[in-house]
T-cell receptor, first 111, second 113 residues
Framework: DGGITQSPKYLFRKEGQNVTLSCEQN?????MYWYRQDPGQGLRLIYY???????QKGDIAEGYSVSREKKESFPLTVTSAQKNPTAFYLC??????????FGPGTRLTVL | AQSVTQLDSHVSVSEGTPVLLRCNYS??????LFWYVQHPNKGLQLLLK??????LVKGINGFEAEFKKSETSFHLTKPSAHMSDAAEYFC???????????FGAGTRLTVKP
């Protein structure tokens, strides 16, 4: 059963804590992406990676970090430096220069 | 730089009536254009895409969109709305490659019985 999985579905964090969101794909896609979605807004790109061990900042990378040690995995860490981390986070993957496929999302709430 | 504007933040239709969700884009070159649908608390699902082939693009669930270069538009239509169509719809433009996709703010479609 091919697809993109994100875990957990809901995540709660205290202010000042780092938290890592998981994203795994078994579609053999080269590229992976992280987006943030806020109510009434479109998706904004946080980071993307086109190849293992390489990634680029998107439009709103401040306060976030990523790694790409394996082709199928692209975890996102929301650090304490992120001023307003409460949001819905979406991971996507694609073959290079093709449409993106999205995971089910993780809703992060900072208490 | 490319961008996309969804002209309506909310559209409400009755079941069985046509759906029109409007999207205008801005791009210096020939773009790729997409429509995605998102149901509450879910990821996005691709409805259809335009990549410089036929200007009328057919997608899943009876949706279609027409690329009109002269009007820089890519409106999404469906002849007859179903209750299950109620969702958020995003128009997306990309240039050169699909690593740089720009999302519209979304249109929330409500379908009344």
């Amino acid at each position: 059963d091919g697809g993109i999985t994100q875990s957990p579905k809901y995540l709660f964090r205290k202010e000042g804590q780092n938290v890592t969101l998981s994203c795994e794909q078994n579609l053999n896609h080269d590229a992976m992406y992280w987006y943030r979605q806020d109510p009434g807004q479109g998706l904004r790109l946080i980071y993307y990676s086109q190849i293992v061990n390489d990634f680029q900042k998107g439009d709103i990378a401040e306060g976030y970090s990523v790694s790409r040690e394996k082709k199928e995995s692209f975890p996102l860490t929301v650090t304490s430096a992120q001023k307003n981390p409460t949001a819905f986070y979406l991971c996507a993957s694609s073959r290079l220069n093709n449409e993106q496929f999205f995971g089910p999302g993780t809703r992060l709430t900072v208490l | 730089a490319q961008s996309v504007t969804q002209l309506d933040s909310h559209v409400s239709v009755s079941e069985g009536t046509p759906v029109l969700l409007r999207c205008n884009y801005s791009s210096s070159y020939s773009p790729s254009l997409f429509w995605y649908v998102q149901h509450p608390n879910k990821g996005l699902q691709l409805l259809l895409k335009y990549t410089s082939a036929a200007t009328l693009v057919k997608g899943i669930n009876g949706f279609e969109a027409e690329f009109k270069k002269s009007e820089t538009s890519f409106h999404l239509t469906k002849p007859s709305a179903h209750m299950s169509d109620a969702a958020e719809y995003f128009c997306v433009v990309s240039l050169y490659n699909n690593n740089d996709m720009r999302f519209g703010a979304g249109t929330r479609l409500t379908v009344k019985p």
